[in-house]
């Protein structure tokens, strides 16, 4: 079992920036992929980013590319996604989350990770 417990979180003005931290422990040696996922009220989950955490191989939504980075601290057992030039349309819940089944790749699609985290509020005005 794996927990995630992500934070930073906030509002901010449209343009602005914030850094958001997830947070692992557990049995973290069985993860391979971390990624983070958003979802507003009414809309389907989607994915942002993922990052193998063996590797730091980094994979981004259309969407977010050139805007967002994921990155991971392996020292602190933690992925991060820093968001620069936010806009209002970035207004979500974001989660976290991890694999620990391994599959040919992984993706953006929610059903490739079996954890998550709580999320936090992100809100772009």
């Known amino acids: 079992h794996v927990q995630l417990v992500e934070s930073g979180g906030g509002s901010v003005q449209a343009g602005g920036s914030l850094r958001l931290s997830c947070t692992a422990s557990g049995y973290t040696y069985s993860t391979y992929c971390m990624g983070w996922f958003r979802q507003a009220p009414g809309k389907e989950r989607e994915g942002v980013a993922r990052i193998y955490t063996g590797s730091g191989n980094t994979y981004y939504a259309d969407s977010v590319k050139g805007r967002f980075t994921i990155s991971q601290d392996n020292a602190k057992n933690t992925v991060y996604l820093q968001m620069n030039s936010l806009r209002p349309e970035d207004t979500a819940m974001y989660y976290c989350?991890?694999?620990?089944?391994?599959?040919?790749?992984?993706?953006?699609?929610?059903?490739?990770?079996?954890?998550w985290g709580q999320g936090t509020q992100v809100t772009v005005s």
């Open positions: 989350a991890a694999s620990t089944v391994w599959r040919p790749s992984c993706t953006l699609r929610p059903p490739d990770f079996n954890f």
